[in-house]
């Protein structure tokens, strides 16, 4: 069973920075598309972005151009670059992975991000 562990969640202020963290059990080269969700309270949880195996990234059209992902397979990590943080960006974040080999999907726990205004 694969596990993803996110870190690098925490409260800043609007206009501010953070970077968010998942770390794979395995080495991410066993997983496709690896990516960024996020849950609002009263939401539906959303994606954020993806990145896949070569590399190609995707971002959902509210944080173009503010946020950045990056994988490293070497380190078996995806991080989430946030920068201009809004209000609207509070929310938990989870990392997602897809198995190469199969229709599983791997979900972290989780990180509570808040941006105060």
């Known amino acids: 069973q694969v596990q993803l562990v996110e870190s690098g969640g925490g409260t800043v202020q609007a206009g501010g920075s953070l970077r968010l963290s998942c770390v794979a059990s395995v080495s991410t080269v066993l997983l496709n598309t690896m990516g960024w969700y996020r849950q609002a309270p009263g939401k539906q949880r959303e994606w954020v972005a993806v990145v896949s195996r070569d590399g190609t990234t995707n971002y959902a059209d509210s944080v173009k151009g503010r946020f950045t992902i990056s994988r490293d397979n070497t380190k078996s990590t995806v991080d989430l670059q946030m920068n201009s943080l809004k209000a609207e960006d509070t929310a938990v974040y989870y990392c997602?992975?897809?198995?190469?080999?199969?229709?599983?999907?791997?979900w972290g726990q989780g990180t509570q991000v808040t941006v105060s205004s």
């Open positions: 997602k992975g897809a198995s190469r080999f199969s229709s599983a999907e791997y």
